[in-house]
């Protein structure tokens, strides 16, 4: 086993000297002239950068990792379950659709509760597909 | 050979983890971070568990890894180049982190481990299936319990604004 | 267990060279190699491939000036068919520019990180019958691992540039690359409950013996569409390259990269790209098996080692074409449509699948 995973360590090494290389290389026969001026500027198209782009910005990413870490976890849980089940056969069933039916009560929940879209919505004029609705903090 | 590669994983381990902890700056200490937990990942090939190591890469390093960062770049002064761990309190800190050290030390010390000659299995997947199944599936249901609480609170706290 | 590492230390090992560390390095060093030089000529063709997919369908004539090896350029199909080639060289000599206001030394990093992220997945992508890196007992379970650390190097291009469009751009990948990976886990554990091993010699040799995969059941034909759905959405392409969608994020998390670290950023997407349809050429469509053995009719002389490498290839490259077909095809999604895709359509779908093809096995 330690030959089947030997080339990772030897891999991540080789790619950096390699991509290393390739940058001293680069740096070698790159033009170093013109490095003044608004050249290094952030780009803000073309006008000039207002502010640091470190700013907060909206929940919503964090909540989507903090909800595929959950999935996550049930995936991994599941293939150890799915190498054995043709040989445990309906036990094997019975016993993953339990754990996946809690989980699942999870994810209705968070379906339902409005939690899984992206834009929120918070004001409700109808209940029709293409009913008008208000859309709030749609910034990104 | 194996030796020299478990120093190698073991030392970058090692000196992330310090710098995790002595980096003054917080965007740094999560990018350590990374490095720590692939160490971590590597030194579980070590132990012959070669599905708990894809594990914690795609658990760790894929999911954890991207939500700390996410909470670094959350924070509120992240512009602000004073971003820096608090250093208020050393002493207690200190007295704190030693005792937490002697009581893993005695723990390390006196448990009896298990040692011999690592046992090869030529596919720990089917056989973790089989204990997943047979016996630890208490446990291995109630952790169901326990991703639909983590499920739901992390709802919870997403729809306080 | 027959992996390329392991066929090359026999051969040093029957050379005389008594030291088997140096022969493992040697070894994994030549493999590495040949893995650089497959991701550079992948994305060397598919940059010209990609243009001239997109000329044919778009009825134009795609890059026609640069001539090389005696090609004159013209509006036959080869012309321009120096023009990737002075690219490369365009990128390569450029200018090498860092912002001021950027974290340089995190800038330098996710590079690195990202590259070695689609660079450590080929070790556990085989390329025909024994042809692979490693063959790990984990295989499957190996490529979803290792293709969940380029993430990270996302996240720290798009921040460290101080730029608004690259950070943006970041938080959007991440969160499109981490949801999407849950429909890819979901559809390829079809393939294990029925095989029963994440090695992918042991899936394609039950494909072998019975069908291929993507005909073993309507769920298996299921599973099929929704990993090639997510491999797409995977790999951020149109019509799901939100993170860098032109017309409101400039580039997305690459906007301040340029010259060679942008180039690298390149290789590493069409590396995924390849390997996302490796993948989907070996678990769904029999990987190294010929096209006859969808019949189950299987032909001697057309198969072995090279032949391997020449079906998966055909096959892969039928899946980069069939990625080029969707860019010309479908228009861009919404951010939120593509977030209410993944977790509201494909999501419940896959585990819905997951449960029947369990049910069917246990019937069947």
Redesign the interface.
């Known amino acids: 086993m330690y030959t089947d995973f030997a080339p990772i360590l030897i891999f991540i090494f080789f790619a950096l000297l390699l991509i290393g290389a390739l940058f001293v290389l680069q740096n070698i026969i790159s033009p170093k002239q013109n490095k003044g001026g608004d050249k290094l500027n952030t780009y803000e198209c073309g006008e000039v950068p207002e502010g640091s782009a470190w700013v907060k910005f909206n929940i919503r990413f964090y909540v989507v990792a903090l909800i595929f870490i959950i999935f996550d976890v049930e995936i991994l849980f599941m293939f150890p379950w799915a190498v054995v089940f043709q040989k445990v056969g309906l036990l094997a069933l019975v016993e993953m659709l339990i754990f996946l039916l809690i989980l699942i009560v999870g994810y209705a929940y968070v379906w339902v509760k409005d939690d899984l879209s992206w834009v929120k919505m918070t004001v409700r004029y109808g209940r029709g597909r293409y009913a008008p609705l208000q859309k709030k903090g749609s910034d990104s | ?2 030796e ?2 478990f120093i ?2 073991a030392a970058i381990t090692l000196a992330s983890a310090f710098f995790v902890v002595f980096s003054s700056n917080l ?2 200490s999560g ?1 350590a971070l ?1 490095f720590t937990l692939f160490g971590v990942a ?1 030194l579980y ?1 070590f132990l ?1 568990a ?2 708990l ?3 914690q ?3 760790y ?7 700390i ?3 670094i ?2 924070t ?1 002064k ?2 602000s180049t004073d971003l820096r761990q608090a250093n208020r309190g050393r002493f207690m800190a200190g007295l704190s982190a030693f005792i937490l050290f002697l009581l893993i030390s005695a723990i390390a010390v006196t448990t009896q481990w298990h040692t011999g000659s690592p046992q ?1 299995l ?5 056989k ?3 204990m ?2 047979y016996q630890y ?1 208490l446990p ?2 109630v ?3 326990l ?2 609480a ?3 609170g ?2 919870l ?3 306080k604004k | 267990m027959n992996s390329v590492i392991d066929s090359m230390m026999k051969i040093f090992g029957s050379l005389g060279t008594g030291n088997s560390a140096l022969g493992l390095v040697l070894a994994v060093v030549i493999a590495g190699l040949v893995v650089f030089t497959i991701m550079a000529v992948m994305a060397i063709v598919a940059v010209y491939f990609e243009r001239k997919v997109s000329a044919f369908m778009q009825d134009r004539i795609g890059p026609m000036e640069v001539g090389i090896f005696g090609f004159k350029g013209g509006k036959q199909f080869w012309g321009g068919i120096g023009q990737t080639l002075a690219d490369t060289v365009k990128l390569l000599v450029k200018e090498d520019i860092l912002p001021k206001e950027a974290d340089k030394k995190l800038m330098i990093m996710a590079p690195f990180i990202i590259f070695i992220a689609s660079f450590l997945t080929f070790i556990g992508v085989p390329l025909s019958d024994g042809l692979v890196v490693s063959d790990f007992n984990i295989g499957v379970f190996y490529i979803m691992a290792a293709g969940s650390i380029g993430v990270i190097g996302i996240i720290l291009a798009g921040w460290s540039s101080n730029n608004k469009w690259s950070l943006y751009g970041a938080l959007r990948s991440a969160a499109q690359i981490i949801s999407y990976e849950i429909p890819i886990g979901l559809s390829l554990m079809l393939v294990v409950i029925v095989v029963g091993s994440l090695n992918f010699g042991d899936i394609v040799a039950w494909q072998a013996d019975h069908r291929w995969f993507f005909i073993h059941s309507p769920f298996a034909f299921i599973a099929f569409i929704i990993y090639v759905i997510a491999g797409v959405a995977e790999t951020n392409r149109t019509p799901f390259d939100i993170p860098e969608a032109e017309s409101e994020l400039v580039a997305g998390w690459m906007t301040e990269y340029s010259g060679f670290r942008w180039s690298i950023f390149f290789m590493s997407e069409y590396a995924n790209v390849l390997i996302i349809s490796i993948i989907a050429s070996i678990i769904f469509l029999g990987g190294w098996l010929s096209p006859l053995a969808i019949f189950g009719v299987h032909v001697s002389w057309l198969e072995g080692p090279l032949w391997g490498l020449f079906w998966i290839f055909s096959k892969a490259v039928f899946f980069v074409f069939v990625m080029m077909w969707f860019r010309w095809t479908f228009p861009r999604l919404r951010v939120d449509q593509l977030m209410y895709f993944c977790w509201k359509v494909l999501i419940p779908f896959a585990l819905a699948n997951l449960i029947f093809i369990s049910v069917w096995e246990l019937i069947f």
Do not use: C, K
Request: charged share 5%; proline share 0%; hydrophobic share 75%.
């Open positions: 050979m194996a020299v590669a190698i994983i965007m740094y990018v990374f590597g090939v012959y070669d599905f190591a894809a594990t890469i795609m658990v390093v894929g999911g954890i890894m991207v939500l960062l996410f909470g770049m959350l509120n992240i512009a090869f030529d596919t720990t997947v089917a973790l299936g089989m997943i199944l599936l291995f249901e952790a169901s319990i991703l639909l983590a499920l739901i992390a709802a706290l997403s729809r």
